[in-house]
């Protein structure tokens, strides 16, 4: 009826023509933005991929759905049904009355009817919402890849009712009313719904299928990790790359083999006007052999799901052990087999039940409902309630002994996956002594010069004061990095740990009477600079000093303020300028005949045009029309401003630009930037110093007996280090490390994605840093699993906790901080990361694992362990002693009076030889538009504890002499410190 409806077959026709074009445009412009950046073969790949994945499940789907679907109206009763034998054999042939089976009254009937609309209901949605996640990720978390999709069963039915029960209020109107609407539909027209929804439902397929296409492409290309499970002897490969493959495979034809039967028995039991009669007479022999087909169908994936499902216990949370334990052993185990075979057992004879043969002589009816009755019965008490039973009754009274041997397997699993093993981490103990002079500290001059003072928090406020420029400009973060520069009084270059922030440009920050079509996409293009603070020093009123900062008039071109010209050696400033960063989410188009917004001089603006190599040439007006409708951004057909070299710049912020190119690597939160000469730019592009770097991760959910904790990944490796050209937008993918297995996997998918790690320009080279967001992850794996004996492990006897620290005046888990260093075991200084560990419920320091950054010893880490006989000050403890002492409680009042406030800022635990320092920055910030300024240094050693207007003074404080010299007196100086004694403060 619909089609021969002229009107609507011109809709139809239209609405084709719109999606055809709009198709052509997205496809146009990816082709485009990939070959401009070198990545064309990457997007072919996954083109292929996905349209083969796509129409390999929609069509397959469709065509079992049809068919299925006119088999079932071919054999469904027509009204009135005729009970006469003659009529009865014409319509099902070989049926006579004795032989239809299961009448149905209206109390039986109606309920049935309902349920199956409410299962066709949540099929739908839950397709739908998976298929939306895929097509639409949130480019904001870390990984942009889709989860496998869990099954369509009841098991994940009763998962997902309390996230669609707790959604928001309009969000669940919505679903109840899409479900209310689809059972009302299938009521009143079922024919037209059922079609309608088996062609959504075929297209839904296709869009889950391959938008997994990542891990479908990874399970043909495996690559083995050389290492078996201890339950299966499989190799860990199998786990990370073939069991999703089966798991997508199962969510496919579970789905598909569910709702067919479903809409063929809602056919059946709808047709001959069933409802409005008030009973169904029953099924015919037909219908049922039909109906048999499709539950055999079913019940051999169901089988093959009982199969897998033996590997599935390998990521059990069940008891004291993360995978298979005791319980999951010997009893879930066997039982999952037994439910392979019975399952197996009924699809065969639901087989030749379809077939025609009579399977009652094979296998009896009475038989069969005992197989039937048996597996229910081995589903629910031997899957559910008997391992319940063992667990409680025969595990938990001798639970170490029994779980002894697969604890050993958890806490191998889990330091493999998380990198905590013999090869990646070094166990040495380290056993403070109060050893340190001056003298000493002076052999130590490098470490001694770059504690840090300052930390990202008060530079950024401060810097978003005072160097802003103008309300447009923001710097939405500040990274710690390390720079060989020659600082007065240092006789020779040294590294210096560094706070860098980049300037960059917020459209959102400009003013709304401001925000115009040529403003947002011509004018402000770019931010400006960045500012360059040494952790360690202290400039005019307490304020961070700089070594890059401001930005120059017109007459000096902008050039970038340094504090003197050898800093600039080190640390580029030409060409400032960042057109891919943080915060640049608009595309822009340039050159055009608008101005550009270059930088502010004085009153007045500098304007430019780029001359960078980034951008995909408009060109043509056939060009501008797709990327029109790509963007749905139709002024670009219409405006005046563009000329023949215009070009547009998408994607430029960092996050969507990473992820459209390899959304199946996991990246890190803190991109940071570096000013160095990274060698010759780009042909036709003037001199670029700037560069963001990007860590990338390879993650899994699926490492057999890998305990992930409260993490959504059991394995990881930063195997992937991401360099972007903040200027021209290039982007770089460099190896890490070469020996996990997943990077290597992708490596063999896409060949010419990744480069060896040596082929990074040394200048970048030499500013890779050890993630801060890895070290978190794994020093939370360790605070348990640094515990290898299994009975310690059971009994958590040694459990550690990462300490608080009080900033500001709120408590706050102690974050990896980086120190230049000289480690125990070494013999020259390096840049690392550190994280200090605390005793569960016990204050002291107990351990501190240390992550190198620097040249060959890239990536190695150290776990320094104290005597635990030894009592050893926690950071907890000493901020307490701080806080306790009279006289610096007194003066931290007196600040802290109206109308401003004093904050403690991080208070680091600095290993030097085989002591320890304390060390903690007190700022004074005014509560209304305050800026943080430095007045005292707080400084612990031994049994001693001093607060200081410098680090210099408060060294001389605390120790005796300096080349037989004696110390400086309190008096002496024009601000005296204040020295205390620990044991004078410990109550």
């Known amino acids: 009826m619909f089609l021969k409806n002229r009107g609507f077959r011109v809709v139809v026709v239209v609405l084709g023509i719109l999606l055809a074009f709009d198709l052509v445009a997205t496809l146009s412009v990816e082709v485009l933005w990939f070959e401009k950046l070198g990545y064309l073969s990457t997007l072919l790949v996954r083109l292929r991929t996905q349209l083969g994945l796509w129409a390999i499940a929609t069509v397959g789907s469709a065509v ?40 149905m009254q209206l109390r039986v009937l109606l309920p049935l009817v309902f349920a199956l609309c409410l299962l066709v209901g949540f099929i739908l949605i839950n397709c739908g919402t998976l298929a939306l996640d895929i097509w639409h990720p949130d480019y904001n978390l870390p990984n942009a890849t889709p989860n496998v999709p869990p099954p369509l069963s009841f098991k994940a039915f009763l998962e997902t009712l309390p996230a ?26 079922p024919q037209f719904c059922l079609w309608a929804i088996a062609l959504g439902m075929s297209l839904l397929f296709g869009f889950v299928v391959s938008g997994n296409w990542a891990q479908i492409l990874q399970s043909f290309n495996a690559i083995p990790f050389k290492k078996t499970d201890p339950i299966f002897t499989q190799d860990i490969s199998f786990y990370i790359y073939k069991l999703p493959l089966w798991q997508i495979l199962y969510f496919w034809l579970g789905g598909l083999f569910l709702y067919g039967f479903v809409a063929c028995l809602l056919i059946y039991l709808l047709s001959g006007h069933s409802l409005s009669k008030g009973k169904f007479p029953g099924f015919s022999p037909v219908q049922l052999r039909h109906l048999s087909g499709l539950g055999s169908l079913g019940m051999v994936v169901q089988a093959l799901h009982h199969w897998f499902a033996r590997y599935e216990l390998l990521y059990s949370n069940r008891g004291v052990v993360y995978g298979i334990g005791y319980t999951e052993f010997y009893v879930q185990r066997p039982v999952e087999l037994v439910l392979f075979f019975l399952a197996n057992a009924i699809a065969i004879w639901l087989f030749l039940r379809t077939l025609g043969t009579q399977p009652e002589k094979i296998f009896p009816k009475p038989q069969l409902r005992g197989v039937v009755g048996f597996y229910i019965g081995v589903l629910i008490l031997a899957g559910l309630i ?30 493999a996956a998380f990198a905590l093993d013999g090869g990646h981490i070094e166990v040495q103990t380290f056993n403070p002594q109060a050893q340190l002079t001056l003298a000493k500290l002076e052999e130590h001059e490098q470490t001694i010069d770059n504690i840090r003072l300052w930390d990202t928090r008060p530079i950024l406020t401060t810097l978003r004061q005072l160097q802003q420029i103008r309300l447009y400009y923001s710097f939405p973060s500040a990274d710690v990095d390390r720079y060989t520069l020659q600082l007065d009084p240092q006789p020779q270059p040294m590294k210096q740990q560094v706070i860098i922030a980049a300037r960059e440009l917020d459209y959102n920050l400009v003013p709304d009477e401001a925000k115009t079509w040529v403003n947002k996409h011509l004018a402000y293009t770019h931010g400006y600079g960045f500012t360059v603070s040494p952790v360690n020093r202290v400039g005019e009123g307490g304020l961070p000093d700089y070594l890059v900062q401001d930005i120059g008039t017109a007459e000096k071109e902008g050039q970038l303020l340094v504090a003197d010209d050898r800093v600039a050696q080190s640390i580029p400033i030409a060409n400032p300028r960042i057109y891919y960063g943080e915060l640049t989410a608009n595309y822009i188009m340039t050159p055009t005949r608008a101005s550009e917004l270059d930088f502010p001089s004085g009153n007045e603006n500098v304007y430019t045009t780029y001359q960078g190599t980034g951008g995909i040439l408009l060109g043509s007006g056939v060009r501008r029309l797709l990327f029109a409708e790509f963007l749905k951004d139709w002024q670009m057909l219409f405006t005046e401003n563009f000329q023949p070299d215009t070009r547009i710049l998408l994607r430029r912020d960092l996050k969507r630009r990473l992820r459209a190119i390899a959304p199946f690597l996991r990246y890190d939160l803190d991109p940071y930037l570096v000013s160095v000469d990274a060698g010759n730019p780009p042909e036709g592009s003037p001199p670029n110093y700037l560069y963001w770097i990007i860590d990338a991760y390879t993650t899994s959910a699926r490492y057999p007996y890998s305990n992930p904790g409260d993490y959504s990944f059991n394995y990881i490796r930063n195997s992937v280090k991401v360099i972007i050209d903040a200027y021209n937008g290039d982007v770089s993918f460099y190896v890490a ?47 348990t699993y640094h515990m290898i004996d299994p009975t310690v492990f059971y009994n958590r006897e040694d459990q550690w906790q990462i300490p608080q620290e009080i900033y500001g005046t709120e408590r706050q888990p102690v974050k990896p901080y980086h120190l230049i260093m000289k480690l125990p075991s070494e013999n020259n200084e390096e840049f690392v990361l550190l994280q200090p560990f605390t005793p569960t419920a016990r204050p002291n320091l107990i351990a501190w694992l240390a992550a190198r950054s620097d040249g060959d010893s890239y990536g190695k880490l150290l776990l320094y362990q104290f005597p635990k006989q030894k009592l050893v000050y926690g950071i907890g403890q000493i901020e307490a002693l701080i806080n306790q002492d009279p006289v610096i409680s007194q003066l931290i009042s007196l600040w802290n009076t109206q109308g401003s406030k004093a904050i403690q800022g991080n208070l680091l635990v600095i290993p030097i030889e085989q002591s320890l320092l304390y060390v903690e920055p007190l700022y004074l910030e005014a509560e209304q538009n305050g800026l943080p300024t430095l007045v005292r240094v707080i400084v612990a050693y031994d049994n001693r504890i001093v607060i200081a207007n410098t680090l210099e003074q408060a060294f001389e404080q605390l120790f005796p002499e300096k080349a037989g010299k004696p110390a400086p007196k309190p008096e002496d100086a024009a601000t005296p410190a204040i020295i205390r004694t620990l044991e004078e403060l410990t109550p």
């Open 737 to 783: 490390d070469s020996e996990d297995p997943i990077v290597q996997s992708w490596q063999q998918i896409f060949p010419q994605m990744f480069k060896p790690l040596q082929e990074m320009p040394a200048n970048l080279r030499a500013h890779l840093r050890y993630p801060a967001d890895l070290l978190n992850v794994q020093s939370e794996r360790l605070l």
């Open 64 to 103: 079992f759905l049809a068919s299925n679907l006119v088999l079932a109206n071919r054999f469904k009763w027509e009204y009135p049904i005729q009970w006469n034998e003659a009529d009865l054999k014409a319509l099902h042939p070989g049926t006579s009355r004795s032989l239809i089976q299961f009448p």
């Open 386 to 415: 008997f391992p319940s039973l063992v667990q409680r009754l025969g595990v938990q009274p001798n639970e170490l002994a029994r779980e002894t041997p697969y604890i050993k397997n958890n806490i191998v699993a889990t330091r």
């Open 164 to 189: 669609v029960i707790n959604q928001q209020q309009t969000a669940l109107i919505g679903t109840l009313s899409i479900v209310a609407g689809i059972i009302v539909f299938l009521l009143i027209n």
